[in-house]
C-alpha cells in the first residue's frame, strides 16, 4: 500500500484480518462455482438468477457481516 492505513493500530489489525477473511471466502466461492459448472453445457443463453437464489444470498451476506463485522 502507498498511503498505508490512517487508523490506529488496533483497528488497523482488525481491518487487515476482515480483508484477509474476505479475500479467503472469495477465493473458496469461486473455487466452489468452477466446480458447480457444467463444461459440457452446449446452451448459450445465460441463465437468469431466481428470486429465492437472490434471497439466499442476501441472508448469507447478511449472516457474514453479522457475524464477523457488528
Known sequence: ???G?????????VIIVAIVALHNFVIMQRESE???VDWDDDDDEPEEPSG??????????KLIIARYFT
Open 52 to 61: 429465492a437464489a437472490d434471497a439466499s444470498g442476501n441472508a448469507k451476506h
Open 1 to 3: 500500500m502507498h498511503v
Open 34 to 36: 468452477m466446480n458447480d
Open 5 to 13: 492505513l490512517r487508523t490506529r493500530l488496533g483497528n488497523s489489525l
